[in-house]
């Protein structure tokens, strides 16, 4: 097969000799790929046979839904609900694991919607669907008259009670036939792709979840002598955008330039990331599936981690950051598996310091440094996640650091690159969305939330009041630079007579070296040294 690298960012991400392999035949037109974290098998609908399949590797393929209503689209919420559109009843809906259908949307405005078409859930538990006509064809669906008179984009926010009208989050009459949609890896923004129009748009996503300043990412997806339009549309981690098109797959990268070709036997119509590392791409194309291995891996989604499941391992094959390459670790790192004390939670606090999306997610201030690459190869935030549910359910205090600078910076010294940095790259600002927390992060009822202007968590906050009135002199320390508000915050905390407990797997810096000389060298003097399970476990 031979794929097309256009430009050298696409040898980065994926072998322009990479076999695509031939899974399975027989169908009439598949849809909606979707792997399962927990399971390791995909789920791909065949509309017209309506009908449910699933693709095991090393089992094959099983029927597990007919009728399936024609289901088209499909995604798992973060607790592995699976969100199926249905075509022939123009419906979303959710099914639970035990098997239970909830209708989650039918109407806008008491029209009956089009026929839902493309699916996706946010980290905030929203999610967002397309709405074209083709549910509503011989073949593809249902035939009926249309009630809507225009094809729009929709959600249902997190608050969404089943049976409720969704939101319209773009102009109704923007898309001719909207299709493919996908969030960028940090979900500050949103593309959505139209068959007809053969392009691709780009979204900012605002605060109240709603589709804004649109503009065109691509356009001219198409080509007379090639089957294949915009359908499927998936991104990976480092932003890159993945579409159905002529021949298979184009790849666009996250300024819209393509970059690559990815070639397929027969019309491409969706994919999805799946395989243990979520490296994988599994295509469904007209009568058959395939999959094809590639050097990156998918974005992460809510469910690629949701309870119970497999959190997605950094891909071997992953590449750091253009602007700071990480460095190969040249020794392992200096960490107690297991600790020999139990750790009392009445007297322990746990700081998540910095978790900010300009500091270590894609599109914030920082992400040149390398710092989102290095918080994926970490998977801190899911990391300290789950530390910080199983400390709070002990009793321990929680307290969220923040670094917040006030509009322009003023009266911030400038006196340090670190400093000038802030003021310059207007990172951090109150009340924008580079300052909000990482999403999955958010403090919950109960935790505290001090604000500071230093790199280390006592200078300028009220940390240590909380600490000395809360009665704790124990310290679960995590966050975001290692070698800096980390460190810096690990090292006085010692200096105050405090324990400072530092899980490795719960901070990430820049790039991997200099997390490693941090964990290795300064940190083994101030702090115990483990990692989050370790610490899980010695809560009790």
């Given at each position: 097969?031979?794929?097309?690298?256009?430009?050298?960012?696409?040898?980065?991400?994926?072998?322009?000799?990479?076999?695509?392999?031939?899974?399975?035949?027989?169908?009439?037109?598949?849809e909606?790929?979707?792997?399962?974290?927990?399971?390791?098998?995909?789920?791909?609908s065949?509309?017209?046979?309506?009908?449910?399949r699933?693709?095991?590797?090393?089992?094959?393929?099983?029927?597990?839904?007919?009728?399936?209503?024609?289901?088209n689209?499909?995604?798992?919420?973060?607790?592995?609900?699976?969100?199926?559109?249905?075509?022939?009843?123009?419906?979303?809906?959710?099914?639970?694991?035990?098997?239970?259908?909830?209708?989650?949307?039918?109407?806008?405005?008491?029209?009956?919607?089009?026929?839902?078409?493309d699916?996706?859930?946010?980290?905030?538990?929203?999610?967002?669907?397309?709405?074209p006509?083709?549910?509503?064809?011989?073949?593809?669906?249902?035939?009926?008259?249309?009630?809507?008179g225009?094809?729009?984009?929709?959600?249902?926010?997190?608050?969404?009670?089943?049976g409720?009208?969704?939101?319209?989050?773009?102009?109704?009459y923007?898309?001719?036939?909207?299709?493919?949609?996908?969030?960028?890896?940090?979900?500050?923004?949103?593309?959505?792709?139209?068959?007809?129009?053969?392009?691709?748009?780009?979204?900012?996503?605002?605060?109240?979840?709603?589709?804004?300043?649109?503009?065109?990412?691509?356009?001219?997806?198409?080509?007379?002598?090639?089957?294949?339009?915009?359908?499927?549309?998936?991104?990976?981690?480092?932003?890159?955008?993945?579409?159905?098109?002529?021949?298979?797959?184009?790849?666009?990268s996250?300024?819209?330039?393509?970059?690559?070709?990815?070639?397929?036997?027969?019309?491409?119509?969706?994919?999805?990331?799946?395989?243990?590392?979520?490296?994988?791409l599994?295509?469904?194309?007209?009568?058959?599936?395939y999959?094809?291995?590639?050097?990156?891996?998918?974005?992460?989604?809510?469910f690629?981690?949701?309870?119970?499941?497999?959190?997605?391992?950094?891909?071997?094959?992953?590449?750091?950051?253009?602007?700071?390459?990480?460095?190969a670790?040249?020794?392992?790192?200096?960490?107690?598996?297991?600790?020999?004390?139990?750790?009392d939670?009445?007297?322990?606090?746990m700081?998540?310091?910095?978790?900010?999306?300009?500091?270590?997610?894609?599109?914030?201030?920082?992400?040149?440094?390398?710092?989102?690459?290095?918080?994926?190869?970490?998977?801190?935030v899911?990391?300290?996640?789950?530390?910080?549910d199983?400390?709070?359910?002990?009793?321990?205090?929680?307290?969220?650091?923040?670094?917040?600078i006030?509009?322009g910076?003023?009266?911030?010294?400038?006196?340090?690159?670190?400093?000038?940095?802030?003021?310059?790259?207007?990172?951090?600002?109150?009340?924008?969305w580079?300052?909000?927390?990482?999403?999955?992060?958010?403090?919950?009822a109960?935790?505290?939330?001090?604000?500071?202007?230093?790199?280390?968590?006592?200078?300028?906050?009220?940390?240590?009041?909380?600490?000395?009135?809360?009665?704790?002199?124990?310290?679960?320390?995590?966050?975001?630079?290692?070698?800096?508000s980390?460190?810096?915050?690990?090292?006085?905390?010692?200096?105050?007579?405090?324990?400072?407990?530092?899980?490795?797997d719960?901070?990430?810096?820049?790039?991997?070296?200099?997390?490693?000389?941090?964990?290795?060298?300064?940190?083994?003097?101030?702090?115990?040294v483990?990692?989050?399970?370790a610490?899980?476990?010695?809560?009790?």
């Amino acid at each position: 097969m031979a794929h097309k690298a256009i430009a050298d960012g696409f040898h980065s991400i994926f072998d322009v000799s990479a076999p695509v392999e031939h899974l399975a035949s027989g169908f009439i037109f598949t849809e909606g790929p979707l792997w399962h974290p927990v399971e390791q098998s995909l789920m791909f609908s065949d509309m017209p046979g309506d009908v449910r399949r699933k693709y095991t590797p090393g089992r094959g393929v099983t029927e597990i839904a007919r009728p399936s209503n024609k289901g088209n689209g499909m995604t798992y919420d973060a607790e592995l609900n699976l969100l199926v559109c249905e075509h022939a009843t123009s419906s979303v809906v959710r099914i639970r694991p035990d098997g239970r259908r909830e209708v989650l949307c039918t109407h806008f405005e008491g029209r009956e919607l089009n026929s839902p078409n493309d699916i996706i859930a946010a980290r905030d538990g929203s999610i967002y669907f397309t709405d074209p006509t083709y549910g509503r064809l011989e073949h593809f669906g249902v035939p009926r008259p249309l009630q809507m008179g225009f094809q729009g984009v929709y959600r249902l926010p997190p608050n969404h009670r089943p049976g409720d009208e969704p939101q319209l989050v773009v102009d109704r009459y923007l898309f001719t036939q909207p299709n493919g949609l996908c969030f960028s890896p940090c979900q500050r923004w949103m593309w959505v792709n139209d068959t007809d129009q053969a392009n691709i748009r780009m979204f900012d996503v605002a605060d109240d979840g709603r589709l804004v300043n649109g503009r065109v990412f691509a356009g001219g997806i198409k080509d007379d002598q090639l089957a294949g339009l915009p359908d499927g549309m998936k991104a990976d981690e480092h932003g890159n955008v993945y579409v159905t098109a002529p021949g298979g797959v184009w790849v666009y990268s996250f300024h819209g330039e393509l970059i690559g070709k990815i070639e397929c036997p027969e019309m491409v119509a969706n994919l999805h990331w799946g395989g243990p590392d979520w490296s994988t791409l599994y295509l469904c194309a007209s009568t058959s599936l395939y999959r094809v291995q590639t050097r990156t891996r998918g974005q992460q989604e809510a469910f690629m981690s949701a309870r119970g499941g497999v959190a997605p391992a950094a891909s071997t094959a992953s590449t750091a950051s253009a602007a700071t390459p990480a460095p190969a670790v040249a020794s392992p790192l200096i960490l107690k598996d297991r600790l020999d004390f139990r750790i009392d939670p009445s007297r322990t606090a746990m700081i998540v310091q910095d978790m900010q999306n300009d500091v270590m997610i894609d599109g914030g201030a920082f992400a040149a440094t390398g710092s989102p690459e290095h918080a994926r190869q970490q998977n801190v935030v899911a990391n300290i996640a789950r530390l910080v549910d199983a400390a709070r359910a002990r009793g321990v205090m929680i307290i969220h650091v923040w670094m917040v600078i006030e509009p322009g910076a003023p009266y911030l010294a400038q006196h340090a690159a670190l400093m000038q940095g802030l003021k310059t790259e207007k990172a951090l600002v109150r009340d924008t969305w580079g300052v909000k927390p990482a999403p999955g992060l958010e403090p919950r009822a109960g935790d505290l939330v001090v604000e500071k202007m230093s790199m280390s968590a006592w200078e300028t906050s009220r940390l240590e009041s909380y600490l000395h009135h809360g009665g704790r002199d124990t310290i679960i320390n995590c966050g975001s630079w290692t070698n800096m508000s980390v460190e810096h915050t690990a090292r006085t905390g010692a200096d105050k007579g405090f324990h400072m407990i530092v899980p490795e797997d719960a901070c990430s810096s820049m790039n991997a070296e200099w997390h490693q000389v941090s964990i290795n060298y300064a940190m083994q003097n101030v702090a115990t040294v483990t990692r989050a399970d370790a610490v899980i476990a010695a809560l009790g």
